[in-house]
Structures are given as C-alpha cells and as structure tokens.
C-alpha cells in the first residue's frame, strides 16, 4: 500500500531528496563528504516517512519511532544548508521576509503537482529555498508524530487490540 504518497509530510521529502541531489551535484565538490552527507540525509528523510507508514497497520510504535528518525534527518539537512549558507559567507534569509512566504507558496504548489522541481543557479536562494523546505517538513513530521502519539494513547496499537480481541472471546 502506498498511502504515504499522500502525506504532505512525504510530498515535501520528495521534493527534497531530487533538490538536494541537484544541490549538491551544483554548489559541493562531488569529492567531500559533505555532498554524500547531505543526499543520504535527504535520503534517509523520505525513506524513514515510507517505512514508518508501512509499519503503521501492525506497529504504532514502529511508525512513530521512524517518523521521527525522519524528523532528525531533515534536521541533519537543514544544519548543512546553514552550514553551506555561513560557510559561503551568504545570508540566511530571515523566516519573516516575504521571499520565505514565495517559497512557501512554491514549495505547496510543487508539492500538489508532478511537475519536477528546479533549482535556479542561486546557491543563495537555492540553498534558502530547501531550508525553507526543512523547516516545513520538520513541522509536519512533529505534528505527525504528536498527532499519532495521541492517537495511540485514545486507541492502543496492535497489541493491545489482539490482547483485548482474545480476552473478549474467553
């Protein structure tokens, strides 16, 4: 089942794992680790939203953990987007200037499309742009997690339900 492909949260991480890629081939020498550092990071951000929703029929707790290493890995990316932008003596543009705004339209637009993303050749607004990203899907995947955490809380997970399954049929 692929329901994840419709999370928002899952949406975004696309378009992050394809930028980054693009980024890195662009503005990091192909030799750095760096580069590998940041596409595995991109990676591992959109491949933990896959398999934690793939775990969420038989194990909450799976889903939520791997949600969360999600989280951590765009965490991880956003640090080296900073960390590209300072090291680039380039400025890492303030949350309440109104480029952040476009990018957020951008970026849902492109999220509720099949058209491919593109950088432009800004490593400066390209690199903003996918910080924009992190921040953005961060907040989703925290809302997610909290929002499945309550969920397991009211509800139980598999456990649960089989222990409460066989008990109501002694």
């Known amino acids: 089942m692929e329901g994840y492909k419709y999370l928002l949260s899952y949406r975004y991480a696309l378009i992050i794992h394809d930028l980054t890629v693009e980024f890195v081939k662009k503005n990091i020498d192909y030799k750095s680790r760096t580069k590998d550092q ?34 951590a890995s765009f965490e991880e990316l956003q640090a080296d987007y900073e960390d590209f932008l300072r090291q680039h003596q380039m400025k890492i543009y303030e949350k309440k200037l109104p480029i952040i705004k476009k990018f957020q339209e951008i970026a849902y637009s492109l999220s509720n499309s099949k058209v491919n993303a593109k950088l432009s050749n800004n490593p400066e607004a390209d690199a903003n742009f996918l910080l924009t990203l992190c ?36």
């Open 38 to 71: 940041m596409e595995q990071a991109a990676r591992s951000g959109k491949q933990n939203i896959v398999e934690g929703v793939g775990q969420s029929q038989t194990s909450k707790k799976g889903e939520i953990k791997l949600l969360g290493v999600a989280k």
């Open 135 to 170: 921040h953005i899907v961060t907040y989703l995947l925290e809302k997610q997690v909290k929002a499945m955490i309550d969920k397991f809380g009211r509800e139980g997970g598999l456990t649960e339900k089989l222990y409460w399954s066989r008990k109501n049929q002694s």
